[in-house]
């Protein structure tokens, strides 16, 4: 039986009613998923075999599989075995799900992606301002205050009063500095940079060698797991909002009150604090190519 689509991986069919062709040469992937992905059955890993086929003029042709390396299936447990080809454009029918509609749509995103950094960047730059002159205010208060003290204006008592008072808001501006944080510009370049890598992710991998296709997927997915009929790849942010094209389209098309930030901001979020190691790594893969 040939794979076909679950609920969570919808539009696969086409690829894999494309993806079968004897006489096209097996994708070089065998060695590519080896312990990369799980049985969805079972929590075996997935594992790739060679198969040798006499043809009746004698030669013999090598077909590639990938099985559920459970040699001890249970009796409800289905037959897990894909072509190397099926499961070569299932993978790249799931990563082409994170291009855009359309190269304008696209430019579009790059675009304005870069602008929420900047926005966030003058945001950030405007607060710590704000909070750097109350700072100094706080601070020259304070040194008024025990002036005052040292002359004989004011007691002890009510320099103590005042004195914890204003250490009070020094706190309260401190604790906003720190949350505030450190917007790198450089993220932005990040985020847009690997926004334009997935909009080309499915000729990426197709054009990879194996070390490169295992860290495509291992940036793109969490966990991949294969079905006797699916492949089921738990996406991670922010490549898993890219997938989920219909936010976007909408946004764009159908709303008039459309705001760009509801559209990019589940994209840009990963990218607002410290990016996660799978970031860097991805953005590592991405530069590499570049
Ligand atoms: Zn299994």
Not at 215 to 236: D, G, P, Q, V, Y
Request: glycine share 6%.
């Amino acid at each position: 039986m040939r794979p076909s689509a679950c609920g969570c991986c919808v539009g696969f069919c086409a690829a894999f009613c494309a993806a079968f062709s004897p006489s096209r040469p097996p994708p070089a992937i065998a060695p590519a998923i080896d312990g990369l992905f799980r049985c969805e059955h079972c929590g075996s890993l997935i594992t790739g075999e060679r198969i040798k086929r006499r043809l009746r003029g004698g030669d013999v042709r090598e077909h590639l599989y990938y099985r559920c390396a459970n040699n001890h299936p249970g009796p409800e447990h289905p037959v897990v075995r894909w072509r190397a080809e099926e499961l070569d454009d299932a993978i790249v029918e799931d990563l082409g799900r994170m291009r855009l509609p359309d190269r304008e749509i696209a430019d579009w995103f790059s675009h304005t992606l870069r602008e929420v950094f900047t926005h966030e960047a003058e945001q950030r730059d405007r607060q710590q301002t704000i909070l750097a002159r109350r700072r100094a205010e706080l601070t020259t208060t304070k040194d008024r205050l025990v002036r005052a003290f040292v002359s004989g204006a004011i007691d002890e008592g009510t320099l103590k009063a005042h004195t914890m008072e204003l250490d009070a808001q020094m706190g309260e501006v401190n604790r906003g500095f720190e949350a505030g944080g450190d917007i790198d510009e450089r993220r932005g370049d990040m985020a847009a940079r690997l926004f334009d890598w997935t909009q080309n992710a499915a000729e990426d991998w197709r054009g990879s060698k194996i070390a490169r296709k295992r860290s495509i997927l291992e940036a793109r997915s969490l966990n991949r797991r294969l079905s006797a009929t699916s492949l089921c790849l738990e996406k991670r942010r922010p490549f898993r909002e890219l997938s989920e094209r219909p936010l976007i389209q909408l946004s764009r098309g159908d709303c008039p009150n459309f705001e760009p930030s509801r559209a990019l901001a589940p994209f840009a979020a990963p990218f607002l604090g410290p990016p996660e190691p799978f970031i860097l790594a991805a953005d590592r893969l991405v530069r590499a190519s570049g």
